[in-house]
């Protein structure tokens, strides 16, 4: 039987997280009263790499790689995730080949949505052990991105910079809880959900026009179904 658990896949962060150009967090970005679930993400998409983007509910996902047909038949476990993410998506990307899933949560500030993105993976891509003593030196961590939904066929997804982030820092423009972690002394956000919501209000507040200036953006396109 196949259990959908959260846990940290290492190709799935290499296309947009490679040399640390996204902040962050080891807390979610949101709290409980900002999220908000926006059924026009649920879909087919194509980004303008010609990368693959299904967007599905995580309770219907996590249904259906139970093998059950109502929640009631769920494990304890499995229940406990499908009460905790009722308003989550579960994001399949595909590129090259090479696919991967995250959990996303949609929240809203200031009536501008963000995504809260954290890597998962299910049971089939966990039984690949090649990787397995790198795999448990590693912790999955969450990421913003500005979210807009342009019409019912395209989405702009707009990662926060860690260059930007960094350039705040150095110049004491903004103070948040974090420190500096690994090989490569990445920036990694210790702040709770909460200062980090008081954080993002402030900045949007900011007037840099180039506040949501990235490498990191993906413009997606409505596929047929």
């Keep these: 039987m196949k259990t959908f658990k959260p846990r940290l896949i290492i190709l799935a962060l290499l296309f947009f997280i490679i040399n640390g150009c996204v902040v962050k967090s080891l807390f979610p970005f949101y709290t409980s009263n900002s999220i908000v679930f926006e059924k026009k993400f649920i879909g087919n998409w194509i980004d303008t790499e010609y990368a693959k983007w299904n967007i599905q509910p995580f309770q219907e996902v996590i249904l259906k790689e139970n093998k059950k047909a109502s929640p009631s038949e769920l494990d304890d476990e499995q229940f ?19 696919k991967s899933s995250f959990l996303a949560m949609a929240f809203k500030i200031n009536n501008q949505l963000f995504l809260d993105v954290t890597p998962i993976e299910d049971k089939e891509i966990d039984d690949l052990k090649n990787n397995l003593l790198y795999k448990i030196h590693l912790i999955g961590t969450h990421t913003l991105a500005k979210f807009d939904i342009l019409n019912d066929n395209q989405i ?42 008081k954080f993002i209000k402030k900045y949007m507040d900011s007037k840099d026009e180039d506040k949501w200036k990235t490498d990191v953006e993906f413009n997606l396109t409505r596929v047929n179904d």
Excluded: M, P
């Design 80 to 98: 406990a995730l499908y009460n905790k993410y009722e308003k989550a998506y579960v994001v399949y990307f595909e590129k090259d080949s090479t």
């Design 156 to 197: 702009d997804i707009n990662w926060f910079s860690s260059e930007k982030l960094e350039k705040l820092l150095k110049e004491n423009r903004i103070k948040i809880k974090h420190e500096k972690v690994g090989f490569w002394e990445t920036i990694l956000l210790t702040a709770s959900s909460e200062e980090l919501e």
